[in-house]
């Protein structure tokens, strides 16, 4: 019988997610079914108990039910544990719901592996402070950078995760507004770039030799990269190499074997330009 997967989301249509699965499961001759489904905003855990009531074996989880996703487990993987928010919950032979949290491998991953771009010692401003902050810094503070920096609309809740991860590593909280330096590395976690609009920036945060990342991706450059490169940044990258790399590390987790990534990527990437 084939095994069953999924994301969920709101919104979710313009998610990959299933295409990446199905092509991970092609080429790991794993036989399995991924789809996408759009949960209302009130319906996590309606959908969630459902999809595993019918059988359902793990599911990804995106904007806005990572912290949802959190409460609905069992059992937490360290990382999951640490950031509150997951983003993969897998179904364990007993019934019990084991969560965790690729995105910040995934993150990493592609800002040092796939881009090759060191975060040591860098200065890094990280935008918004909900559950995609919270599942990344602890791997962007493993990298040792010279500081983190978070930058929320509400000031409180960017001051509370940074006391949050004040243990691993030097990290502070502010508003928007009160970010008026440049940084090495900016990362947008925001989701504002899904419904088109952008955080209220000071141009002053980028430099000539600044690396911009969305977490968001498109078919064209997101409103932030966007902004990032009319500012003079010297590099803007989205976020279709964190999806498909956190995407690898879930189908690890589920599967047992680990898939490679750069041949997907390329693909995904040259078909984006062909539009």
């Known amino acids: 019988m084939t095994d069953l997967y999924a994301v969920v989301g709101n919104p979710i249509g313009h998610s990959k997610s299933p295409r990446i699965h199905l092509e991970f499961a092609a080429e790991t001759k794993q036989d399995l079914f991924y789809k996408a489904i759009l949960v209302p905003l009130d319906g996590f855990d309606t959908e969630a108990k459902r999809f595993f009531k019918h059988g359902g074996l793990g599911m990804n989880i995106t904007v806005p039910f990572k912290e949802d996703a959190y409460r609905f487990a069992d059992e937490y993987t360290p990382r999951a544990q640490r ?22 491998a995934g993150l990493v991953r592609d800002i040092t592996v796939n881009n090759n771009i060191a975060l040591k010692d860098k200065r890094i401003l990280l935008l918004g402070a ?23 609309r509400t000031v409180n809740k960017a001051e509370q995760l940074a006391e949050d991860f004040a243990d691993l590593g ?106």
């Open 83 to 104: 950031a509150q928010a997951v983003n993969t919950l897998k179904r364990l032979d007993d019934g019990r719901l084991l969560a965790d949290n690729t995105d910040g």
């Open 130 to 152: 909900g559950g995609a902050v919270r599942g990344v810094l602890q791997p962007l503070l493993a990298e040792q950078p010279n500081c983190i920096v978070i930058a929320n």
């Open 170 to 275: 030097k990290v502070s909280g502010l508003g928007f507004a009160d970010v008026d330096e440049p940084f090495d590395v900016i990362i947008n976690a925001t989701s504002a770039s899904l419904s088109g609009e952008l955080p209220p920036l000071n141009p002053s945060i980028i430099s000539p030799e600044t690396v911009c990342y969305d977490m968001m991706y498109g078919n064209s450059a997101t409103v932030f990269n966007q902004w990032a490169t009319e500012q003079g940044a010297k590099l803007t990258i989205d976020g279709l190499g964190m999806l498909v790399e956190q995407a690898a590390e879930a189908f690890f987790l589920w599967r047992g074997v680990r898939p490679s990534t750069a041949h997907l990527m390329k693909t995904l990437r040259d078909e984006r330009r062909t539009r």
